[in-house]
């Protein structure tokens, strides 16, 4: 369960890396401007600000960042539903495009299910309108695509990627009645995630408001119990960033009555003010009354406003600077490259602006362990600032741009900000994410950036270079191919040289043959060869640069696939009404051979397809023609269709389970039309073979006419 739960956030973790790349650019462009832009709306703002604030002032100074706010903010704002598609995109086992329509389609319908639902008035809220907002319920709302709804942020974006996803494996290939038979397949899946988003959307419209009274009885407690409701407060908070329900945590310290602040005036006596952020800028205005203040009456001070903000800085500005090294550092040798430019760029992003999300949403979902060590390093960032009376606020977020504006201007005119300390702190956390990033990494092989499992089945060669880009030095570089494409057996190659492909070193790398038909090269890669194909592809595209290494080719080996133990017995049922067959008599030398493996051929008589074995479905090929089988057993099964049938790009094929089904001996797998294929490919002689054997084992026929599911004719001794 656990394995299971852990791959699926692996899967979601990478589907996240499109929409977390936009975060960087986003996030400086959002927080440039917008913490300068701040800065003209202070009122009464201190001597010190105001050739700042002239020069923002400046119209075309102010119109540029506007726009530079503006334009990063639409991407975060946007951002539950960049997730869903993500997520949506990440799970999809196939026909993506659809399952990314069907969740953006789901994350509308949910919110604007649960907008009726709040203007009803059958939730805990009462009725809720734009026009009827009770102010205790404000941070309850807000407004996601144009409708008014509740403010689930990430969470529902989570919550509609995986449901379009599931829906969409589930049902993408359903049939229906031929008189609803145009919705059927892809077209059914936008429509069944419509109605089951309908029906999360009333189940979140009254479990919501549930979970944020609950937050807030937290925050209480969190208020009353000095630097341990401190570290409480920084962990819960960076805990909740996931969900989007940190803002329900600090909004009531930030700007309510959980937390008030009696503000030193310039001109003797105090004022009280309500929320630890607006007692902070009220105090900033009042910047005269504490200069020269003493420690006693700065812990006073920050008790009531900074306590709850300068926490951010030293790991924002250093810690996750450490935690983005420890994962370049840990990152495979052939991949720093590819990474670098992510981590660095949302290192950059958190220390100059505070935006963390980029950096921390690259491992939250592949390493959660990383996170909750994050949250903690988090806690104990602002204890120490609250022990150590650091007075540093924000009108963005916790980076460089508000600890200049916020710390040192402050701190050069008199105010003892304690500005050192965020330095001090943060030069500790940075070893501490660091060595603890790396220790984690390491220690439990956590699949960070970087570190993911390589997409084709094999390692790396001594050279240091992966297999795909092992495989296209031996077909004698890009320049050397003129198409490439591929099946489930093998690599099919045209080229310009047949003289620049290196057969041997194509086999040392784990082909089990090399043909060469006129300029075309076919590689016998087995099940990986689609994957190395596309692997292939990226390269020549650039999407994977080529890491510098020598040229040494050492043989790769298969990782070992997890599978049942083989117990050497298998009952096989005839998959097809024909001719059974020896496997030499296929016209094509890659089946008659054995390049892939013994087994036998059948000459089909129609085109009912059904599992020779029980087991697992490991594999249908994207063009329908082939499909494996793991037996209960433990044995390997392919089931290939035709030959050269993967032209037909899937044509004249219907095929009536998918990857994870497990089937029983007998269970229809694939509908053939023959008379459709029969003259486009070269035969429609059907090899079935078994990929796994060992060499002392073989496969014995009883060749002849057979019968769909007749049993005893095939025998593996």
Known sequence: MFSKLFGVLQRVGKAFMLPIALLPAAGILLGVGGAFLNLTTLQNPPAIYEGLIQFVSIPWV??????????????????????????????????????????????????????????????PLGVITPDNIPAQYATYVTTTLGIFTLNISVFGGIVAGVTAALLHNKYHKIQLPQVLGFFGGSRF??????????????????????LQNGIAVIAGLVNESGPIGTFLYGTIERSLIPVGLHHVFYTPFWFTGFVQSNVLLDGGGTMLIDGANTAYFAQLSNMGALVGATPDVMGEVVKGSTRFMAGKFPFMIFGLSGAALAMYRTAKPERKKQVAGLLISAAVTAALTGITEPLEFAFLFVAPVLYGVHAVLAGLSFMLMDIFNVFIGMTFSGGLIDFTLFGLLPAGAGVPTNWIYVIIVGAILFPIYYFTFS???KKFNLKTPGREDDDATTGEGDNG???????????????????????????????????????DRIKALGASGVMEVGDNIQAIFGGRSDIIKNDILDIIEGKTPTPEATKTVAKEEPKAVEKPASNGKLEVLMPIEGELVALETVPDPVFAEKMMGDGFAINPANGQVYAPVSGEVVNVFPTKHAIGIMSDSGREVLIHFGIDTVTLKGEGFTTHVEAGTHVKAGDLLLTVDIEAIRDKVPSIMTPVLFTDLTPEESVQIKAGAVKAKESNRVQIG
């Open 62 to 123: 102010t119109a540029l960042l506007t726009i530079m706010k503006n334009v990063g903010d639409i991407v975060f704002a946007n951002l539950p539903l960049l997730f869903a598609i993500g997520i949506a995109v990440g799970l999809a086992k196939a026909d993506k495009g659809t399952a990314a329509l069907a969740s953006g389609i789901g994350f509308i319908v949910m919110h604007q299910t649960i907008s009726t639902v709040l203007a009803l008035g059958i939730t």
């Open 465 to 503: 270079l992966s297999l795909a880009h092992n495989v296209l030095e031996a077909l004698g570089g890009r320049e050397n191919i003129t198409n490439l494409d591929a099946c489930i057996t093998r690599l099919r190659v045209s080229v310009r040289s047949v003289a620049a492909v290196d057969k």
């Open 189 to 210: 899946v936008p429509i069944v995630t419509c109605v089951t988003m309908l029906a999360i959307g009333v189940v979140l419209a009254m479990a919501w408001p549930v």
């Open 439 to 441: 220790f984690f990494i």
